[in-house]
């Protein structure tokens, strides 16, 4: 039955794409993990749809659109300040402020025609099964930009995720690191539309993290756990998507309930993997204080 | 107050009539003193006199109004991989992702951009800075498991992995129980005595230091004075200090200063 998958020219588009976009994510999403940015990640996503839709409205790609109105959020992030950690509030308008764009855009776009509502609706949920090569081709620069960017600035930003104040001691400089960060996660959120939507790129983004994070210390380990589970939540999704009993359901469903239950299962293995940890400890030669 | 005329001025710490201030404000004036390859400092004084100042301006993070300030020799500049900084506060995010010898690493070479590959040249080096202030036994362990006194020593080894000539540590004693403070007093004087590394240390309480520390540099008032405790802490020289009668207490082998705020 997965020859017969794979003979089609949707689902190899559909594979493809996915896993790009996972890959990504799954490495920018540990650091958006450790540094507790998941809601910045998630305004992202909907400034992107803001940026979309009104691409969209005046006729110019609507990915081209996204990156445009995300990076000019992570620059206006950076310009706010310090790792935009416990800003919810500014987090909070902005997010709200762009879905409201967003809304509006749709809104005036979807009226000229039906086939207009139905791409609003893609930018939302995900179009996974019409992605194109030149899709593809969008998402597979701005993941490898993002990701060769990550590459280049992993250790100074790990530094600085975990140690701020010693990173700064160290010479490393840190809003300079946290706005560069901004950046790339404007990047991969464009990516993670194509496959999943807006709405659910946090899915992508957040839960393999997490869950990596929860089962081991070692950095190298959880980003590439992080990076293998969001492809694996990714392939099955797809996978689910043309074979399951019902059939046609939207890939982001899928995606989204994988990576809950992904994330859910390293709860429950967490506190084995701890609890088995803090019993090995020698206790009795350790200082408190 | 011990000044000795100086030729070379490249120790690890030369100022002369120094003047630097915060938001305006004058907080040391006149500041002179050097600080010799090897020796031990302790740095005290009230609240807002200055401590962590006087670190900032080592470190080319401020500049000074008046005076001259040395650091080996050059004048202080930012990233200057020949001091070793401790900050006080150091909170640690995501204490669970990251193992003890992961933060040493960062002293080594956190600051770097570039791919970086992990080499056993690079583990080994971390072992070595982990066994010498004694962290071996939890180098896998996360660092959210670790005690107060475990932690400082990790900060001291991502400190010294870098092998600087000069180490600033901003009040590494706060949060530490006595046992434990002693503990970090004692590696920090060993590895002063090994390492051939200037210290300088901040603290409130000169206490458990006074066996260990050569010098003590006493800011106060806007004005300081260095020496070694037994003539810095007396009546006579905190009383012109602080321009205002001290009263200096011995009791159990301990020193309490009375009459202000310490």
């Known amino acids: 039955m997965l020859r017969e998958l ?13 896993a790009i976009v996972a890959v990504v994510a799954g490495a920018v999403g540990y650091f958006v993990v450790l540094r507790a940015q998941a809601f910045a990640a998630e305004a992202f996503t909907d400034i992107g749809f803001a940026g979309a839709t009104g691409a969209a409205l005046l006729g110019v790609a609507s990915f081209a659109g996204m990156i445009v109105f995300s990076l000019l959020a992570a620059a206006g992030l950076g310009i706010i300040g310090n790792r935009a950690r416990g800003r919810d509030v500014e987090i909070g308008m902005v ?9 509006l855009f749709l809104s005036i776009y979807s009226r000229t025609s039906a086939s207009h509502a139905m791409s609003g609706i893609n930018i939302l949920f995900g179009s996974i099964l019409t992605i194109s090569s030149n899709d593809i081709l969008l998402a597979l620069g701005s993941c490898a930009t993002a990701l060769a960017a990550l590459a280049l600035l992993h ?15 160290r010479g490393v ?14 990047l991969t959120t464009a990516g993670c539309v194509l496959l999943v939507g807006v709405l659910l790129a946090a899915s992508l983004l957040i839960a393999p993290a997490a869950a990596a994070v929860n089962l081991t210390n070692r950095p190298g380990q959880a980003i590439a756990l992080s990076m293998a589970t969001a492809v694996g939540v990714t392939w099955c999704g797809l996978v689910l998507t043309f074979t399951g009993t019902i059939r046609h359901l939207p890939a982001g469903f899928y995606i989204s309930a994988l990576a ?30 | 107050m011990s000044l000795e005329p100086v030729s070379q001025r490249t120790q690890p710490v030369f100022l002369r009539n120094v003047r630097f201030g915060f938001g305006g404000r004058v907080i040391q004036d006149e500041m002179t003193f050097t600080i010799e390859d090897g020796e031990f400092v302790a740095v005290l004084g009230p609240n807002g006199a200055g401590k962590t100042t006087l670190l900032k ?5 401020i500049r000074c109004e008046a005076g001259e300030v040395m650091v080996f020799g050059r004048k202080p500049r930012r990233g200057n991989s020949g001091i070793g900084y401790a900050p006080q506060f150091r909170t640690l995010d995501a204490n669970f992702a990251v193992r003890a010898r992961d933060l040493v690493g960062f002293g080594l070479d956190g600051h770097r951009f570039g791919p970086g590959f992990p080499s056993r040249k690079r583990r080994k080096l971390i072992d070595e800075v982990l066994e010498e202030v004694h962290a071996t036994e939890y180098a896998e362990a996360s660092v959210g498991e670790l005690s107060g006194g475990e932690r400082q020593r990790l900060s001291l080894a991502q400190v010294l992995i870098a092998n600087p000539g000069l180490v600033l540590l901003d009040e590494p004693l706060t949060n530490l129980d006595i046992a434990g403070a002693q503990e970090i007093i004692t590696l920090v004087s060993r590895l002063c005595a090994s390492r051939k590394v200037a210290v300088m240390l901040v603290t409130h309480d000169i206490n458990p230091l006074l066996p260990h520390v050569d010098r003590v540099l006493y800011l106060a008032n806007g004005r300081c004075a260095i ?6 802490i007396t009546r006579e020289t905190l009383s012109v200090l602080y321009n205002h009668p001290v009263e200096v207490v011995e009791a159990m082998g301990k020193k309490f200063v009375l009459g202000v705020e310490t």
């Open chain 1, 6 to 18: 794979f003979s089609s020219d949707i689902m190899v588009h559909a594979f493809t794409g996915g």
């Open chain 1, 155 to 169: 250790r100074p930003l790990l530094f600085a995720s975990v140690d701020p104040a010693g990173a700064e001691a």
């Open chain 2, 227 to 232: 020496g070694p405790p037994q003539t810095v």
């Open chain 1, 95 to 103: 997010l709200s402020f762009a879905l409201g764009l967003g809304v």
């Open chain 1, 173 to 186: 400089p840190v809003r300079a690191i946290s706005a560069a960060f901004l950046a790339i996660v404007a």
């Open chain 1, 260 to 289: 809950a239950l992904v994330y859910g299962a390293s709860l429950v293995l967490r506190k084995r993997l701890r609890r088995v940890r803090v019993f090995e400890y020698p206790h009795g030669d350790r200082e408190t204080g």
């Open chain 2, 57 to 61: 301006l080592l470190l080319g993070l």
